[in-house]
């Protein structure tokens, strides 16, 4: 059997209970709001997380590379939202799965992109099925639910013989709330506003099956989903300080963390150097302009315990700088001896994952398994 003992550093822990009770949790909750769940996969990129969230009663999933959509559609996988806005280059990659018998979903939220895939699509006689992408808090991308543009990208699709699968919007800007009421304000802000362009679609006489919202503190803070079918998030899976920050999981939810060994000391300046630099953390510094500032990372014993005292201040490529908080003068080195292995919990998991080829999933018994991950476009 493999423990964490046997393992080099460092190395992506997943901790496959507390995983488990996260995708239960999420599942749990579309359960009550009685819409149907698509989670965003980007966050792990990894076969056997994605096929505990679809045993637990996901529905088809999110991609944010057609590459990821590719590998998850061999693993199986059909019904796959690409939620990125189309580049026209690569509508010959989306038409190629899809003829290959995956329902691709492909997203727009502009009148170009439109006309470009509208002309594509009738080029290679293919009804891709597109849903727009609306914008539901200046975030980021998106079309205004209230604009022109939203009936034009409609009536360019939908005239060119393209399949208008619905709207889709991400409520991104739920990242900077921290306090419940935020939340749900923002929740329901992407809710209503999602549902109102879907509305006025089929008031103009066009299709809009699908309603689909979401990320992780909007899914969790949202009290109903009337008009929307489906959401997506994503991060909940493994959870991350910054959404502990946000305040929808606890530190002791977070199922993704980075072993490190300590590997030298600065004494005189209190700090410990660990084999966790950016190169494993990732740079990621999220909790930076959050309440609570974790710096690379909340630094934890082998077995997974916070230590108070101590933060993962600064990180070069390969080194990590554990330095002692103020207020605490205990002997470093004597504290963490060369050697002492260490668990650090991520700002980002996605950003974290991202790091790794591949995950050392901690079964309940303490046996490791590789879970590979997939990555690059
Ligand atoms: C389009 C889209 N949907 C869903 C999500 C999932 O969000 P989260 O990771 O907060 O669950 C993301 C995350 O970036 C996204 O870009």
Redesign the pocket.
């Known amino acids: 059997m493999t423990t964490i003992a046997a393992l080099d550093t460092p190395a992506a822990l997943v901790d496959v209970g507390r995983m488990q009770d996260n995708i239960a949790r999420m599942q749990a909750r579309m359960n009550e709001l009685g819409v149907r769940f698509r989670p965003?996969v980007k966050?792990s990129k990894c076969l056997p997380v994605v096929q505990a969230q679809m045993a637990a009663g996901a529905q088809g999933i999110?991609v944010?590379t057609l590459k990821e959509a590719g590998q998850f559609f061999d693993a199986g996988i059909r019904d796959i939202l690409y939620?990125v806005s189309m580049a026209p280059a690569r509508l010959p990659q989306a038409l190629a799965l899809r003829r290959r018998g995956c329902e691709l979903k492909i997203i727009t939220d502009s009148v170009g992109a439109a006309e470009a895939i509208a002309s594509f699509g009738q080029a290679q006689g293919e009804g891709l099925e597109v849903w727009i992408e609306i914008d539901a808090d200046g975030h980021r991308s998106g079309i205004p639910p209230e604009g022109e543009a939203l009936l034009a990208v409609g009536r360019i699709l939908h005239g060119a013989g393209m399949r208008l699968g619905g709207v889709m919007a991400?409520a991104?800007s739920s990242y900077d709330c921290s306090d419940p009421e935020a939340l749900q304000r923002v929740a329901e802000q992407e809710r209503r506003l999602t549902v109102q362009a879907a509305e006025r679609l089929r008031a103009a006489g066009l299709p809009c099956p699908a309603v689909s919202v979401?990320?992780?503190?909007t899914?969790l803070a949202a009290t109903h989903l009337e008009g929307v079918t489906e959401v997506?998030?994503?991060?909940?899976v493994f959870f991350d300080l910054v959404m502990h920050n946000v305040g929808v999981c606890k530190v002791e939810d977070i199922a993704l963390s980075v072993l490190t060994t300590v590997i030298g000391h600065q004494e005189e300046k209190g700090w410990a150097i660990v084999d966790a630099g950016w190169m494993a953390m990732s740079r990621d510094r999220g909790t930076q302009k959050q309440q609570r500032d974790f710096g690379y990372g909340l630094v934890c014993t082998e077995s997974g315990e916070p230590i108070a005292g101590y933060v993962l201040g600064s990180a070069n490529q390969e080194h990590g700088i554990l330095h002692r908080a103020d207020g605490v003068d205990d002997d470093i080195a004597r504290r963490f001896p060369i050697g002492t292995r260490l668990r650090i919990l991520p700002n980002h998991a996605?950003a974290t994952g991202a790091q790794h080829p591949v995950y050392q999933a901690v079964g309940a018994d303490g046996e490791i398994e590789a879970w590979p991950r997939f990555y690059g476009w």
């Open positions: 965003h966050t999110t944010s939620a991400h991104g979401g990320s992780t503190p899914a997506r998030a994503g991060v909940y996605c």
